[in-house]
């Protein structure tokens, strides 16, 4: 089994069971916030090739009913894959202000 530990700013951040594994083309793994009280989500990258190009695509699901990590998290993703696309394109990541 692997784990992962996200931090993107100081505090508690994101801890992840891989779950799968298909090499360039596939990963998922669960999704447990740290900062706030809930049981995981699921999410899933998907890889595919369109030419010289890829397409990823992004699904962040099965969040527990009535929990508060979609509503927590439903900002964060534009901004992450935005940055992701920013870094891809330019070599540098997009710098993201948060309020205090």
Do not use: N, Q
Not at 37 to 50: A, C, F, G, L, Q
Not at 54 to 76: A, I, M, Q
């Amino acid at each position: 089994m692997h784990r992962a530990e996200l931090h993107g700013r100081p505090g508690a951040g994101v801890e992840g069971v891989v779950i799968e594994v298909i090499p360039r083309r596939k990963l998922v793994h669960t999704f447990e916030p740290k900062f706030i009280e809930d049981k995981p989500s699921r999410v899933t990258y998907e890889i595919e090739p369109m030419g010289l190009v890829c397409k990823l695509t992004v699904t962040h699901d099965e969040f527990p009913r009535g929990g508060p990590t979609l509503e927590t998290v439903k900002e964060g993703w534009p901004e992450i894959l935005s940055s992701l696309k920013s870094l891809l394109e330019t070599g540098e990541a997009l710098v993201i202000p948060r309020d205090p």
